[in-house]
Every structure is written in structure tokens, then in C-alpha cells.
């Protein structure tokens, strides 16, 4: 059971270049979300959808796009990005929006130079 | 004040200690109190959930919630060197969801053989 995969683990861009991190869950979960985590400020909800055709801002969703066309599927785009965005970015789902854990994948380490 | 305070660490202590982590929250509504573990270079698992006020046992493990001081705890009986980690609490109301989770920045413990 892979559970949530996130690609790249690493990726390194040069400030204004554009760039989708994948995230997909095999766990039928209608609850996906995106985080970023910086040092001294924890995590912070980027955007995140209860299920296919439906997303949502959460406290941070300045700069990043989100689309959920499967269930499975749950990708964070930047279109032109910004050194303030050098961050570790988690994805993570659930079964339902309410009385359910988060399940979090392994994390991409993105640079912007 | 921020809505969830937690001692960022690090906290070091010998193999086989019991071990105290804590949280301290603001907001009355919060109903709903997780600790995740983090281990460096993965994403956050987590480790107790809980509902309101009382304690709750699992294995080595045992989460106590506060609500009339505002005060979440983490007990480690017996700690291993493979309990060295980041320790997140997180928490939110009985009317929110996984979008409302509110997070601490986390405690790093070290376990010392």
C-alpha cells in the first residue's frame, strides 16, 4: 500500500520558472491538502479539495494553483516562482473533510534561486 | 498570542526515560487534539488522536488533554533511540475540519543511548 506519493523529492528552480509537484493517494480518500513547512513557522495549509472538481484556498494560497480532476490526483502548481517559496511542500488526504486522520507523504524540497 | 504554543526543543534525554512533551492552545473551541510524529526528512505520521478531555493509551504512548488549562500532553514511557524525532501536536474545533487544523511548530526530541 503506497499510501500518498509525492514527486520530485527535490527540485531546484531559478526565480520566474514554473513547475507542478505531484502528489497522488491509492487510498480512495476525498480529503487532499497541501502544506508547506519553513523553519519557525510550522505548517501551513496551501489549498485543498473534498473531493474531484472541488478545491479551496486555505492560509497560505498565494502564488500556488491546485486542480483535482480524479479522486487520486491532487497536483500544486507554481506558475512563476519566487525565492519566498523555497520550502518543503507535504501533501496529505483523508477519508472524509471531518473525524478522520491525515495521511502525509514524504515531502518535496523545493529551491527557488 | 499565537493559538498553539509548543517549546521547539531540542529536548535530550537518556534511553528509558519517560518522556513529557506539551502543547498550549488558546482557542476554548478546540475539540479535537493529534500528535503527529516527524521523523528528519519525512513526512509527519500520526500518532494519537483524540476527542475532548481525558488521557488515551496506546502501547508506550499515552496523549492527556487539559481543556479547562488549555493543556495538551504527549507522555513516552521507556524511550528508544528510534523515538528521536519532531513531535507536532495539532488541533481543531468540533465544527472544523482537516482545512482547520491548526498545528504547533513542533518539539525535536533526542533520545541518547
Known amino acids: 500500500n503506497a499510501g500518498v506519493t509525492q514527486t520530485p523529492k527535490f527540485q531546484v528552480l531559478k526565480t520566474g520558472q514554473s513547475m507542478t509537484l505531484q502528489c497522488a493517494q491509492d487510498?480512495?480518500?476525498?480529503?487532499m491538502s497541501w502544506y508547506r513547512q519553513d523553519p519557525g513557522m510550522g505548517l501551513r495549509l496551501i489549498h485543498y479539495s473534498v473531493g474531484a472538481g472541488i478545491t479551496d484556498q486555505g492560509e497560505v494560497p498565494n502564488g500556488y494553483n491546485v486542480s483535482r480532476s480524479t479522486t487520486e490526483d491532487f497536483p500544486l502548481r507554481l506558475l512563476s516562482a519566487a525565492p519566498s517559496q523555497t520550502s518543503v511542500y507535504f501533501c496529505?488526504?483523508?477519508?472524509?473533510?471531518?473525524?478522520?486522520?491525515?495521511?502525509f507523504g514524504n515531502g518535496t524540497r523545493l529551491t527557488v534561486t | 498570542q499565537k493559538e498553539v504554543e509548543q517549546d521547539p526543543g531540542p529536548l535530550s534525554v537518556p534511553e528509558g526515560a519517560i518522556v513529557s512533551l506539551n502543547c498550549t492552545y488558546s482557542?476554548?473551541?478546540?475539540?479535537?487534539f493529534m500528535w503527529y510524529r516527524q521523523y528528519s526528512r519525512k513526512g509527519p505520521e500520526l500518532l494519537m488522536y483524540t476527542y475532548s478531555s481525558g488521557n488515551k493509551e496506546d502501547g508506550r504512548f499515552t496523549a492527556q488533554v487539559d481543556k479547562s488549562s488549555k493543556y495538551i500532553s504527549l507522555f513516552i514511557r521507556d524511550s528508544q533511540p528510534s523515538d528521536s524525532a519532531t513531535y507536532l501536536c495539532a488541533m481543531r474545533g468540533s465544527g472544523g475540519g482537516a482545512d482547520g487544523l491548526t498545528f504547533g511548530k513542533g518539539t525535536h526530541l533526542i533520545i541518547q543511548p
Open positions: 482557542n476554548s473551541a478546540f475539540q479535537y
Open positions: 487510498m480512495n480518500h476525498e480529503y
Open positions: 496529505a488526504s483523508s477519508i472524509g473533510r471531518y473525524n478522520s486522520p491525515l495521511h
